[in-house]
């Protein structure tokens, strides 16, 4: 589903965020990237969905290459790509309900369709009796939650989430992960990056390292292995 | 391979959902064409629904631009003024022209040709030439002024009439004033040489000088409203492009996000194209306002003036045709203004 094959990226600044990544994701794999801050984690998940390109080496998602995506393309490619921030990013001009539907706008989908996919998706969450409220007025842990739901609402194939349990108790975080252990039991390739080494070793899935743009660990962690 | 839901139906979480009674293969071929070349990236929504979903966002981003601009109802009123007085400038002045037109139109402006007759032209050849003049499709009127008609004006008007008197003879020939029909202006020149060839006539003096300086002023007129015109034009542009600059600054976060779930720059331009439009479309109502307005102000003096030269002249009010053009000119700037914002500031705007 998504192979990094030598990725190297060099800001312009002249750093090396990433050098000679390569890394392969089957679909319908959840896992976990770890690292320091600055290793390069935000870099991989920034290439990965198109807002960066890579300086060196190639990146394939679903077959497609992205180095070779047009400006134009972009869009259309982000429309298969759910992404979860860790300030979630939500927009408080507006109701849950057309936060969550902004995907479905964008991509002009008729009005009948986003009611039904909006509340199908914020019920997952848990959240659908929230729909007609402004997002501000939520909690933490309720904003992630539909920051989640917008990132599955399109239904996409590959969800990313950079530090989605950044600003959240243990308890939140665990039920946050458990949603996203719930969109990948039904197929959805997931990759999540996150410094809560005690919640990714509970999880007891695959396990990816960075260090100084370096791939250090690559497999699912015994015990303590994969954090140096 | 690919997002293609169809081929792993039971791995991908939309298929049962996405794929209701319909396979890929009829889908039209053509809609997702330049996606597809790609690779495995498709759209997900029938293209149907997709013309649907764009209609139908063009209508919300238009009603939403009208409750925006609506919802500042001071600063977007300030700015429609701001350009409705760019534009009532530019609209009075072309309004005053045509009303400057139509009153001297009104006045005996008319070109005349003065034919003054060969002195041994005989009575009998002249009335004959009358009469044939008279035929022509060019000439309105012929006026005969014989000589002793034209002495005795001349006494009258100049006060010489002792001098002129005292000379033997009468020095002054007859004359023939000619009116060219309505709309011949064109034709005057080879009118004037078609009389100055007849045996009769001595010379022939076209009275194009008022006519000419009229032209003139009026073309003078027009150029300097057009002139000011495209000058304010210009500024109403500007107008807008800082009004929409400033719309893009204040959804900026919104603009993020819109690009990081997948929308095109078109579907981010939409609401501030609109917006401009909408900016443009209440200038132009405004400025329409304002012109008949000051017509309504002017037309009391103005038609108290033309009382008094004896003239029932009113002051043409801006009609409809005027309403319809300030708007469409005003939404079309707009439209300009907010275009070369958004392609200005909208590509600054990426996720980093």
């Known amino acids: ?228 | 391979m690919g997002f293609r839901a169809v081929k792993q139906p039971t791995r991908n979480p939309g298929a049962a959902v996405r794929n209701q009674g319909r396979t890929p293969a009829r889908q039209p071929a053509g809609a997702d064409s330049r996606v597809r070349a790609a690779g495995a990236v498709t759209a997900r929504t029938r293209t149907g629904d997709r013309l649907r979903g764009w209609t139908g966002h063009h209508r919300e981003m238009a009603a939403e631009a009208l409750r925006r601009f609506f919802a500042a109802p001071m600063a977007s009123g300030m700015t429609a003024l701001v350009i409705a007085i760019a534009l009532a400038l530019p609209a009075a002045l072309q309004l005053g022209l045509v009303n400057f037109q139509r009153a001297v139109a009104g006045w005996d402006g008319q070109p005349q040709i003065s034919v003054f007759l060969s002195k041994d032209a005989r009575e009998s050849a002249v009335t004959s030439y009358v009469d044939d003049l008279g035929e022509d499709p060019r000439v309105a009127a012929v006026t005969y002024i014989s000589p002793e008609q034209a002495l005795e004006e001349f006494q009258q008007s100049s006060g010489l009439g002792d001098a002129l008197a005292g000379l033997g003879s009468n020095p002054l020939p007859a004359v023939l004033l000619v009116r060219p029909a309505d709309g011949v202006t064109g034709e005057l020149e080879s009118l004037a040489a078609a009389l100055r060839e007849s045996a009769l006539t001595d010379a022939v003096v076209l009275d194009m000088a008022w006519v000419e300086r009229l032209a003139r002023l009026t073309e003078l007129g027009q150029r300097l409203s057009l002139g000011l015109g495209v000058l304010l034009a210009l500024g109403v542009i500007l107008v807008v492009v800082n009004t929409i600059r400033l719309h893009i600054e204040s959804r900026r976060e919104e603009i993020l996000v819109v690009k990081l779930v997948g929308g095109t720059d078109a579907f981010v331009r939409r609401p501030f194209l609109y917006s401009g439009l909408c900016y443009g479309l209440f200038g132009g109502l405004l400025a329409w306002m304002l012109v008949t307005l000051g017509v309504a102000l002017l037309s009391g003096p103005v038609a108290g003036l033309a009382s008094s030269y004896g003239s029932g002249y009113r002051l043409e009010a801006p009609g409809l045709s005027y309403l319809l053009a300030l708007t469409c000119g005003a939404a079309l700037l707009g439209l300009t203004g907010a275009w070369l914002a958004v392609a200005r500031h909208i590509r600054a705007i990426e996720p980093t």
């Not at chain 1, 409220?133 to 842990?141: D, E, T, Y």
């Not at chain 1, 969800?159 to 039920?175: F, I, R």
């Open chain 1, 1 to 228: 589903m998504i192979t990094f094959d030598n990725v190297n990226k060099r800001y312009e600044s002249g750093q090396d965020a990433l050098v000679r990544v390569s890394l392969e994701l089957d679909r319908g794999e959840l896992v976990f990237l770890t690292g320091h801050s600055g290793a390069g984690k935000s870099t991989l998940l920034k290439l990965l969905t198109a807002i960066e390109r890579p300086t060196r080496g190639s990146i394939l998602v679903a077959g497609q290459n992205l180095n070779r995506l047009r400006n134009s393309q972009v869009p259309y490619y982000r429309r298969n790509v759910g992404i979860v921030f860790q300030n979630h990013q939500l927009l408080f001009d507006r109701s849950v309900f057309d936060n969550v539907a902004l995907p479905l706008a964008v991509a002009g989908c008729n009005r009948r369709e986003v009611g039904r996919r909006v509340r199908a998706a914020l019920d997952k969450v848990g959240l659908l009796h929230k729909e007609r409220q402004n997002p501000i007025v939520l909690s933490g842990g309720e904003q992630q939650r539909v920051g989640i739901a917008r990132a599955v609402v399109n239904k996409p194939a590959i969800l990313v989430a950079d530090e989605p349990t950044g600003n959240l108790d243990p308890q939140l975080s665990a039920e946050i992960m458990q949603l996203f252990a719930d969109f990948n039991a039904v197929g959805v390739t997931v990759m999540i990056a996150s410094h809560d080494l005690e919640l990714i070793a509970r999880q007891k899935r695959r396990v990816l390292t960075l260090q100084a743009g370096q791939l250090i660990y690559d497999g699912i962690p015994s015990r303590e292995a994969a954090y140096p």
